[in-house]
Every structure is written in structure tokens, then in C-alpha cells.
């Protein structure tokens, strides 16, 4: 795989091992990506972020990152449809990672021709290194013994609150016309749930995704969690 890597303009480290590589992350939750990002910022690599396909699709065309970590659901498609058109252009190719909650979306991310995948939550510092240092070729990795540190980070609540506030926003759109955009919303509240450790909020993010739909008494209960969780964070 050397000869899809763009050049490390600085060596890395055993301390910073991914230094001199950008990562591309495409995610749609700012709590998530806060978590890359204070992984990356501990590894040594630069981050920038994409939230939906549109706007990844507008990064690729600036400049080319070394690794690309694709969240699996977002709002403007699939994950796995990026992961595809990345790895059937021509030249060379980052490293590309599928990330989601859902461990199940594992096998679709590698078929679509995803390097590796990241099962949220994305919290371990050694996890994190590790899964992009073993898709990279042995001459840019970093000599010598490398100490895991086993890091948990903890992105700031404030990130999570803004998610929840946009998940808000978006079950009030779903009502009437706009309930094709309930699947989407039942995905990102897992998504969150799971970075979160939040057994509530998965409940919720269950209820959402009931066959047939959720019920009034449902979306009530939701409601409750979500705007329960907002207020939590926003005392922080």
C-alpha cells in the first residue's frame, strides 16, 4: 500500500506516531469528532472535519489527507457510498476507516473497499493508533518501541449538548412530511448514545427505530431523555 500514501513531510514518533499525516474525518456528530480530534492532537496528526458527503466531497477536491475516517450514516447518504467513489478514482488512494455504532455496518465499510473500521465509541488512545498504524506501510511507521498508553479521552459535554439540540430540531422536522428523515434520526441517536455510554439514550434511539414506527407515547419518551440531557450538559 506505500504507493497510496501521500509523502510524510515529518517523520513520526514513538511518542507522536502519526505525525505528518492529515486526517479527513467525515462525521456528522460534533461529539464524536471531538474525540478524534483530541486523539489526533495526542498522535501527533492534523484533523479536519467534513459533516456530510457534500462537504467531503468538497475537502477531497482542496487536498488529498493521508487517512479518511467515514462515519457509516449521514445525513446526506451513506457512508459507505464515499468509502467506494474514494477508492474507485484513479491515483492514489488514502487509507480510508469506516466508523459507526453499529458493529453490524462492519461488513458493508469493507466491502465498499474501507481499509479498516473504528466501532464507536472512539475513545482509546491505543485503539485509535493502532487501527490506522496497521493499515500503513512499515517505512512510515515509527522506529523503534512503541508504549501504548492506554488513554481514555473524554470529549468536552458541551459538543454533546449541540448534538442533542440538532437531533431536537430534527425529530421536530420529522413530523408530517418530513418523516423520511426518522431513520436518519434514529441512527445519529445511537451514534450518540454510544459514544455517550448512555443507556437512555439508546433506549430512545431504539424506540425510534421500532418496526412500523414509533408511537406517540414513543416519541413522548424520547423527547423526555433528549431535553433531560440537554439540560444535564448545559450545567457543565
Do not use: W
Amino acid at each position: 500500500m506505500s504507493d497510496t500514501i501521500p509523502t510524510l513531510t515529518r517523520m513520526p514518533t514513538p511518542e507522536r506516531p502519526l505525525t505528518g499525516l492529515t486526517v479527513l474525518l467525515v462525521e456528522d456528530s460534533r461529539f464524536a469528532s471531538e474525540a478524534v480530534r483530541l486523539l489526533c492532537l495526542r498522535s501527533g496528526a492534523r484533523i479536519r472535519r467534513a459533516d456530510c458527503l457534500a462537504s467531503a466531497d468538497r475537502h477531497l477536491k482542496t487536498y488529498r489527507p493521508s487517512i479518511v475516517i467515514v462515519d457509516m450514516g449521514l445525513p446526506d447518504g451513506s457512508g459507505s457510498d464515499l468509502i467506494a467513489e474514494i477508492r474507485g478514482t484513479r491515483g492514489p488512494h488514502p487509507v480510508i476507516l469506516g466508523t459507526s455504532g453499529d458493529p453490524d455496518l462492519k461488513s458493508a465499510a469493507l466491502a465498499a473497499g474501507a481499509d479498516g473500521f473504528l466501532e464507536k465509541p472512539i475513545e482509546s488512545l491505543a485503539v485509535f493508533q493502532e487501527a490506522i498504524l496497521s493499515t500503513l506501510p512499515e517505512e512510515m511507521r515509527p522506529l523503534g518501541l512503541r508504549a501504548l498508553a492506554d488513554l481514555v479521552i473524554a470529549p468536552d459535554p458541551l459538543a454533546l449538548r449541540d448534538d442533542l439540540q440538532h437531533l431536537s430540531e430534527l425529530l421536530r422536522d420529522t413530523k408530517g412530511a418530513d418523516a423520511r428523515a426518522l431513520p436518519y434520526a434514529a441512527h445519529f441517536l445511537h451514534s450518540i448514545a454510544r459514544s455517550a455510554h448512555d443507556a437512555a439514550l439508546d433506549d430512545a434511539a431504539q424506540r425510534l427505530r421500532r418496526s412500523g414506527g414509533p408511537s406517540r407515547e414513543d416519541m413522548t419518551r424520547v423527547t423526555q431523555i433528549i431535553d433531560a440531557r440537554i439540560a444535564a450538559a448545559g450545567a457543565f
